[in-house]
């Protein structure tokens, strides 16, 4: 399945399911870990749980969960540009895609490198049961999970699976023992599976001003640039990090021409 991929100068993967392989990145987002700001936490707990990974000691699976566009996936990308040079490559797949997982994870298992699959926008809808073909590969079946492979997901949602409001009405108190319905359990235990939890909040509009002033760092007037920046923000109805570059993007304010 991966024959064609030369690890050694492929750091990063995606799943094709047309062709049933592995196709090689060659174009690579160079987002910085000091590009990011306002989730200071975030990263140094997932820098330090992937640098047990590469070490070679035990590190868990990770759930990073939370408000849109607050930095989840490019803490990701920014992860594999810091320390790919110390043998970390990642193989991107999709919610979709899951049901191919452990043919995937089958592949790398021999590989001389440490492996994050990435997993974005993780959810799934009522009735979908790919799920379990990540509950196996978080936490092994028969055979232990690969020693050089852990999940990353990130996800809107801290619990993956719907759950309704009629699972807690299937719940009942037999005597002195409280039976939830199963369904619960198994909408819970996925979630349980990733070892470490990042949430991912809303930003402060001073952390917001503080993106802006990063991406704009020689612009002549901080005031006019600030408002602008909150009445994009304000349109858009959130403050982000991903709101701010799509200010940058948009150009913010034009200097003013030199005399």
Known sequence: MNATIDWKHTLAALWRPRAARLRGV???DPID???LLGIERQKNALCANTERFLQGVPANNVLLWGARGTGKSSLIKALLNRYAADGLRLVQID?????????IIDSLRQQPYRFVIYTDDLSFEQGDHSYRALKTVLEGSIELPPENVLVYATSNRRHLLPERMQDNLDSRVTETELHYADAIEEKISLSDRFGLWLSFYAISQDTYLEMIDALFPAHPNRV???????RFATAKGARSGRTARQFFNHGGLPSPPSA
């Open 26 to 28: 060659t174009h690579l």
């Open 33 to 35: 870990l000091t590009q």
């Open 95 to 103: 919610r979709d895609q899951l049901i191919e997982l452990p043919e």
């Open 224 to 230: 006019e640039l600030h408002l602008a920046a909150i």
